[in-house]
């Protein structure tokens, strides 16, 4: 017989449940006819686990599985799981399948797209380090950045530009897609956000991108600003602000606005040309409900689109004039009425052939000038389909003398109204009253809009439209009202020939003038000179 004491019972491994009091276990059945368990959660003061453990000991909670057959998930089964393959989120997946017929709420779709998410991949767990949280008055601050995204655009993987601008206190939201990131289009991009927000903010934050900061210096590492971003600054009146090297988090609020833009538009997405992916962006933005701007934000808890009305007034207003956001270079016309930009040919009007003319470079378009600074030619750069193609107007060489003459008259009207279709009803008048001469008053107008620019033209022959003028010389007389062209052109800066001229000058020789060094006044002869002197008696 042992003399040990009985042993002490076992003690349990794993965390007590703790009881809960009888009141509160009536408390939560009572809620648990009107409110689910998150709400209960918060009225009781406990977490929803033990409310959901008091409702499962209590007999409330159905412990039998859904039944899929019944489930309103099931017929949208399969077009959730390609959803989330391409990592959509449950909002967009939702919004999507709704559109499919789907009748059901959230909470049961999250269900099934959380359980198709832990078998495609295993959630990760990371460490991050904590963050400070800061808010901003209105009209105080923007926030802007550059985001590289490849989609499929035309049936081909391309990278394109995101630029994105946010204001920091309403969260209204600009995105616009370029082809490259250069300063000229960085100029452009900000004063489209600009003019879609009715002005900005005090300062502009941004990151040290080489477009706007060109380095730092001196021990407190202060921003070295380009000169010509600086000039755009204080033509709009902002303060420009580039956070710290490493530190994404001061513009925190606009990194989010990519990823937002990624889960709830671009990804699984596809577009036939940059110019729909930018139409389709804008109605994602303000033309979809409970979507991009339009959307219950989840830290302020109001539609940015609404807390904008508010924070508009205290914005900058815009200038009158716009900053010059081009980048401007010097292009040769060829023979044929044709230039190179950016690795595609087009055609310009004939009267800059053989000529020298400046060109000014946008992020979506290109301008012809001639030598008076006049717009002579203006379009969009060619899709990424015909790039590097020869791009012809037919307009151009309607004025030029045709090797063929058959049907030539017909393919000159056909022309003129391909470039100028708002102009039918000024062609129709054009044949309906002079008849065989239309050709020849089609050939007028083309040389006028040769001498006078497009857009003086275009001013000139709407004017003679709307008053029922409907012939060349009638636009003649009003351009010579609106814009006379100078009686003779520019004299041209010295160019080659000057200096060649001018350097086959001999040099000067001083013994032209010893004449001067004698006064014939003088009643007597001066001295001669030394021979160690020298004629001006130095």
């Not at 040919?345 to 000014?360: F, M, Q």
């Not at 301008?367 to 015909?386: T, W």
């Not at 049907?407 to 000024?426: K, V, W, Y």
Request: aromatic content about 8%; proline content about 7%; overall charge positive.
């Amino acid at each position: 017989m042992s003399n040990n004491p009985d042993p002490s019972p076992p003690i349990p491994r794993g965390r007590q449940k703790l009881p809960v009091p009888s009141d509160s276990r009536q408390q939560i059945v009572e809620l648990h006819s009107f409110y689910g368990t998150r709400e209960i959660a918060r009225r009781v003061k406990l977490s929803r686990k033990v409310v959901r453990r008091v409702l499962a000991e209590e007999g409330c909670l159905s412990t039998a599985p859904r039944s899929r057959a019944t489930s309103k998930v099931e017929p949208f089964r399969a077009s959730i799981e390609a959803k989330v393959a391409k990592g959509l989120t449950v909002t967009r997946i939702l919004r999507e399948i709704r559109q499919l017929g789907y009748t059901g709420g959230r909470s049961i779709l999250a269900e099934v797209v959380r359980s198709l998410q832990s078998s495609l991949q295993p959630a990760v767990r990371r460490k991050n380090a904590p963050k400070r949280r800061f808010e901003t008055p209105p009209g105080q601050e923007m926030q802007i950045d550059w985001s590289p995204y490849r989609l499929k655009i035309g049936g081909l993987t391309r990278v394109v530009f995101a630029f994105s601008c946010l204001l920091a206190a309403s969260r209204k939201l600009w995105i616009h897609f370029y082809r490259d990131e250069r300063q000229s289009t960085l100029l452009e991009a900000l004063a489209a956000a600009f003019l879609y927000f009715g002005g900005c903010a005090l300062c502009v934050v941004m990151d040290n991108m080489t477009t706007a900061v060109l380095g730092r210096w001196a021990p407190d590492r202060q921003v070295v600003w380009h000169p010509r971003f600086l000039d755009f600054a204080r033509h709009y009146g902002f303060q420009p602000v580039a956070a710290a090297v490493r530190h994404a988090d001061r513009k925190g609020k606009d990194e989010k606005a990519f990823r937002l833009v990624w889960d709830d538009f671009l990804n699984g997405s596809e577009f036939q040309s940059l110019e729909e992916l930018n139409s389709r962006t804008l109605i994602w933005l303000d033309g979809t409900p409970e979507v991009g701007n339009q959307r219950l934000h989840g830290t302020t808890r109001v539609v940015p689109n609404q807390a904008w009305l508010s924070e508009r007034d205290l914005l900058i207003r815009l200038p009158d004039k716009r900053f010059p956001l081009y980048e401007e270079s010097v292009r040769h016309v060829d023979a044929d009425c044709t230039i190179s930009v950016n690795g595609t040919t087009y055609t310009v009007p004939p009267s800059l052939a053989c000529h020298a003319v400046a060109v000014h470079l946008f992020a979506e378009h290109f301008e012809v000038l001639d030598a008076h600074h006049r717009l002579q030619y203006s379009r969009r750069y060619a899709s990424d389909a015909d790039k590097g193609k020869l791009i012809i107007d037919p307009t151009h060489y309607a004025t030029l003398k045709a090797r063929h003459s058959s049907g030539g008259a017909r393919r000159l009207q056909d022309a003129f109204l391909t470039r100028f279709p708002s102009l039918a009803p000024f062609v129709r008048g054009l044949q309906l009253r002079m008849k065989g001469l239309a050709p020849v008053h089609l050939h007028a107008l083309l040389r006028l809009l040769d001498s006078y620019g497009e857009q003086a033209f275009l001013q000139a022959i709407s004017r003679a439209q709307d008053y029922r003028r409907f012939d060349a010389r009638a636009v003649q007389r009003i351009l010579e009202q609106l814009c006379p062209l100078p009686e003779q052109p520019p004299r041209a800066p010295l160019g080659g020939l000057g200096t060649s001229v001018i350097g086959e000058v001999e040099h000067g020789s001083l013994t032209d003038y010893a004449s001067l060094d004698t006064t014939q006044s003088s009643p007597s002869p001066r001295p001669a000179h030394s021979p160690q002197e020298d004629s001006h008696g130095s």
